[in-house]
């Protein structure tokens, strides 16, 4: 069995009043850089930043509108890191023409040296569609195109093709080409049609928010789709752990955080390559940087070594 991967979702470039940490409002760059530096010599395999064009007074308590934008984020933590791959956590494809996708997300993979993974789904703010003028309604079958559109325009012909319902271009050049031969796509979202889409279209499977108890069987229907579309190539399958902290917290983090000495907590995500996730996306609670920087060393060093 291959070593379980672990990665994270940033803080700060998000703060959804869901996860975010008290403290990430008054930070900033610096904090952002020395984390990201942190997961980057811990040996986390990748780093994610999410994507909102514009979040509607409606959503805003809740949602807040610090959104950072990925490709920004993302290019500027490329160039102060060295091995740690970036992910789109995830990519909303259709806010936007698949050539100006591709031609962000294959300068990023270009000048990172072929660091980035390209999370994508379809989105959930109808007021952030209608702004710029992208079909809300028809969102699936649009991201379902896009992700083909995308491949096409981030493969290896530098004058890419596609002909379909929603887009459509040929004789059209972009340069620089992506670093990677091929950009693996992770496909996220838990509902029945983000599932499907996983299995049919993706290279990696992103879940959002399926408990321990639920992912077994969402696992099985992402092989079987596969298996019954022929698709023999291997897909990575990921998974969203709880809040973690390694240690005695000595402060309230919350009932669902898992917590504890590091063999505690190292056996409790074994749980998840035994279902067979190939990945998980670790989350930890802290109250400023320096306490996020110190979990992140403490689960490098003396969880993840547990975790193979």
Do not use: N
């Not at 929603?166 to 983000?194: D, I, K, M, N």
């Not at 499907?196 to 993706?202: I, P, Q």
């Amino acid at each position: 069995m291959a070593p379980l991967a672990y990665g994270i979702q940033l803080p700060i470039q998000s703060q959804s009043t869901m996860y975010a940490e008290s403290w990430e409002a008054a930070a900033g760059a610096d904090d952002l850089a020395e984390i990201a530096r942190a997961c980057d010599r811990g040996g986390f395999d990748y780093i994610a930043s999410c994507d909102h064009v514009a979040i509607p007074r409606r959503l805003a308590d809740a949602m807040s509108t610090t959104w950072y934008d990925p490709v920004a984020t993302l290019s500027f933590l490329a160039g102060i890191t060295e091995r740690v791959r970036l992910l789109s956590h995830v990519a909303i494809l259709g806010l936007r023409h698949p050539l100006v996708s591709a031609k962000q997300y294959a300068t990023l993979d270009h000048l990172s040296g072929g660091r980035l993974i390209l999370g994508v789904g379809a989105g959930h703010v109808e007021e952030e569609f209608d702004a710029v003028g992208a079909d809300f309604a028809r969102r699936g079958a649009v991201l379902d195109e896009s992700i083909d559109a995308v491949r096409a325009a981030l493969g290896a012909d530098e004058f890419p093709v596609h002909k379909g319902e929603f887009f459509a271009f040929e004789g059209l050049g972009q340069r620089p080409r992506p670093a990677q031969a091929r950009v693996p796509v992770w496909v996220g979202g838990s509902s029945a049609p983000a599932v499907r889409r996983a299995a049919l279209k993706g290279d990696g499977w992103l879940p959002q928010g399926d408990p321990r108890d639920r992912l077994p069987q969402q696992i099985e229907k992402v092989r079987r789709l596969r298996a019954e579309a022929g698709i023999e190539a291997p897909i990575t399958i990921g998974a969203i752990t709880e809040p973690l902290y390694v240690g005695a917290p000595g402060w309230e983090t919350g009932r669902r955080t898992v917590s504890g000495a590091p063999d505690a907590v190292a056996e409790s995500l074994r749980a998840y390559p035994a279902m067979g996730v190939d990945q998980i996306q670790v989350r930890f609670r802290s109250r400023g940087r320096a306490e996020l920087v110190d979990q992140i060393a403490a689960f490098a060093t003396e969880v993840a070594p547990q975790l193979s």
